[in-house]
């Protein structure tokens, strides 16, 4: 069983719409999270981290994480056509992100 | 700013043959990584590497073999490919500390015949 699970699995979202993600953890060690973003053709790059509870806010990117359920959302407002990508929530067991376990990803696409 | 490297862009190879993918940074960061990234399979750590001639297993290692020759570089080998394989592999590093991004290269794209 992924130890990361995240869903949907893909997201069809107009321009200028809100993209929202989820992300929980079935291990009690991962109280760390990242949020990774890949385009097609490239390596993934972050977007934000998450180490305590409630929300974190970068630009249009807001992640929420509940740490009682282990619970991680990632909300992108006013979504943009270079949003469309594959996302990625990643967990630790620490806050060193050294040895990061993975989720499969949510493919997002922003319909212009 | 800084940049990852990683030669050769696509690789491709026959069943049960050795291959070793490159890795360079020049971020000056402590901490590199292999991963492989499989469709529908998210990325899965392979090897990483806290500091120059320190290895590490990541949870997918058995098939590999690593090498952190100096601080900037760090490569893959593939011991035997295996038919019909397909992935891609994607070198990694960060700074050693808290709260610290991994930053990762284009990628190589493996297709073993």
């Known amino acids: 069983q992924q130890k990361v699970q995240q869903s949907p699995e893909s997201l069809s979202v107009p321009e200028g719409g809100m993209a929202s993600l989820n992300c929980t953890s079935s291990?009690?060690?991962?109280?760390y999270f990242w949020w990774y973003r890949q385009h097609s053709g490239e390596g993934p790059k972050a977007l934000m981290?998450?180490?305590?509870?409630g929300d974190k806010k970068e630009g249009r990117f807001t992640a929420h994480l509940n740490k009682a359920s282990l619970h991680v959302s990632l909300h992108i407002r006013d979504s943009q056509p270079s949003d469309s990508a594959l996302y990625f929530c990643?967990?630790?067991?620490?806050?060193?992100?050294?040895?990061?376990?993975f989720g499969i990803g949510t493919r997002v696409l922003v319909r212009p | 700013g800084g940049i990852i490297t990683q030669t050769p862009k696509f690789l491709i190879g026959q069943e049960g043959q050795k291959l070793t993918l490159k890795c360079q940074q020049n971020?000056?960061?402590?901490?590199m990584y292999w991963y492989r990234q499989d469709s529908g399979k998210g990325l899965r750590l392979i090897y990483y590497?806290?500091?120059?001639?320190?290895?590490q297993k990541g949870d997918l290692s058995e098939g590999y073999d690593a090498s952190r020759e100096k601080k900037s570089s760090f490569s893959l080998t593939v011991t035997s490919a295996q038919k019909n394989e397909m992935a891609v592999f994607l070198c990694?590093?960060?700074?050693?500390?808290?709260?610290?991004?991994?930053?990762f290269g284009p990628g190589t794209r493996l297709l073993v015949l």
């Open positions: 291990d009690r060690n991962f109280q």
């Open positions: 590497s806290i500091t120059e001639n320190d290895l």
């Open positions: 971020f000056n960061h402590d901490t």
């Open positions: 990694a590093s960060s700074k050693t500390g808290e709260g610290d991004t991994q930053y």
């Open positions: 981290s998450i180490f305590s509870d």
């Open positions: 990643a967990a630790s067991a620490n806050s060193a992100g050294n040895k990061l376990t």
